[in-house]
């Protein structure tokens, strides 16, 4: 190994270190980068230009997601100003007959509109919109926000088979197809979802009681009957437009096999397309502006997401020995790729050993609270690991991407958007990840002995 190789050890490790101390790891990956452009190239000028670079390598890799993220938020913003968010899960309180089905109704709602739309936006609509009717069948809180919490920043966000924000992110790293990881991953997700739910619900069944004993009627007073938004004559319409749409791309995107980045610009189109509609219809000509501001507020949105993910990916863009050239030009190694070809001598990439190595270090990178920030490192060090195996380069990445994403996406990680759900909710963010905790874990090492046996 070189020096620049030791540099990118240290990165790494460095990264994983500020990770466990709930720091941001921005500046150990941008000094890496500065470092090892230092040693390639040998000239100070060499090393500033490999990080403005690397940060543009990122930026094509992944530019594709944030637009797709920006624009479905934008297209929520464009419908919500005319109560169709609303009208748009009401047939849902009319199912809230007792605290198992208004579990189950959060769960399926949370899990359907985060496919689409992502949690974060989700959480309000849903914890606004579906909890108190949730809470008025005698669903404790606590248990309302365990619900979204597993089903969006758990199960959903991890599998993100329809936006492959995740899997692409891993994908891309890995060096291997998209459709192949979006394809584990949502086995893997589906498989720790349904596990740490039901574990959850069952943990949870003496709370219920006691809920429904002492404090449902007191929570049943206690909420408050604000009114409903006003909706407009549009809003039914634009709800049936966008059923209708979505219900349309689901089947060519299965009858037409589109997948990964052909997928995600088949959904960004007609998010696109249905904000237009939308605003124009609604606004009129005041629509030519205020289309501006909702196409913003998405952008932004995704921006405050995913935009700290660019030095850290452009970091560990350097380990790939595909995208390393975008960076440091043609002769330029896979550090990381190197360094796992090294590791994958004395650890083989099939089996416990890897697999829950894997898990381990994609739960660490969580802890910053992301949940996206560690893929690139889990996805280049899975490619890495698997010598040109695809199929275990997939399922290392969708075991790493699991860990990642149900620890620092929200669901164990109490200062990661896990606040927003216990917010909203009204619950205490440190009790819902004491909830969440068992549930998730058992979970995940079902999902990842899945893994090993059938996926490798």
């Known amino acids: 190994m070189t020096l620049a190789h030791w540099i990118y050890a240290l990165g790494t490790l460095a990264v994983v270190i500020t990770m466990i101390f709930r720091r941001n790891v921005l500046i150990p990956c941008i000094v890496s980068t500065f470092l090892i452009g230092l040693i390639f190239k040998g000239s100070l000028i060499g090393a500033v230009t490999a990080v403005f670079r690397a940060n543009i390598a990122a930026l094509s890799e992944l530019g594709s997601i944030f637009v797709i993220i920006g624009l479905m938020v934008a ?234 993910i660019l030095p850290i990916a452009g970091f560990f863009f350097l380990g790939n020995p595909d995208a390393v050239k975008s960076i440091l030009g043609e002769g330029a190694p896979g550090y990381l790729f190197d360094i796992g070809k090294i590791i994958s001598s004395a650890i083989p990439a099939k089996g416990f050993l890897s697999a829950f190595g894997m898990l381990i270090l994609g739960i660490i990178t969580g802890l910053d609270g992301s949940g996206f920030s560690g893929l690139p490192m889990t996805g280049t060090l899975a490619g890495a690991m698997a010598a040109g195996n695809v199929k275990v380069a997939a399922a290392l990445s969708a075991i790493g991407q699991m860990g990642a994403i149900w620890a620092g996406g929200g669901t164990i990680i109490a200062w990661s958007s896990l606040v927003a759900v216990a917010g909203i909710v009204g619950v205490p963010v440190f009790d819902l990840v004491r909830k969440n905790f068992i549930p998730v874990i058992v979970g995940l090492i079902i999902s990842t002995i899945a893994a090993v046996l059938f996926l490798m």
């Open 75 to 308: 297209m929520l913003k464009s419908l919500s100003v005319t109560g169709a968010d609303e009208l748009l899960v009401a047939p849902l309180k009319k199912l809230m007959v007792s605290p198992f089905i208004s579990y189950l109704v959060l769960v399926i709602s949370t899990f359907v509109i985060s496919l689409f739309f992502w949690p974060t936006p989700a959480v309000p609509l849903i914890g606004t919109l579906l909890v108190p009717a949730a809470i008025k069948a005698g669903l404790p809180p606590m248990a309302a926000a365990v619900a979204i919490a597993l089903a969006g920043q758990g199960m959903a966000l991890s599998g993100d088979f329809v936006i492959q924000g995740a899997p692409g992110l891993s994908a891309k790293s890995a060096g291997i197809p998209i459709p192949i990881v979006t394809n584990y991953a949502a086995i893997l997700s589906i498989i720790t979802g349904v596990t740490a739910i039901i574990l959850a619900y069952i943990f949870m069944r003496n709370d219920i009681e006691n809920f429904i004993k002492t404090g449902h009627q007191e929570a049943k007073k206690s909420i408050e009957e604000k009114g409903a938004k006003a909706k407009t004559f549009h809003a039914p319409y634009l709800v049936w437009l966008l059923l209708i749409s979505i219900i349309l791309v689901i089947i060519a995107m299965f009858k037409f096999n589109i997948r990964g980045g052909d997928a995600s610009a088949l959904l960004g189109g007609t998010a696109i397309t249905i904000m237009v509609i939308a605003t124009l219809w609604v606004e009129g000509s005041k629509g030519l502006d205020i289309i501006a501001d909702h196409l913003t507020d998405g952008l932004v949105f995704a921006f405050k997401v995913m935009g700290q």
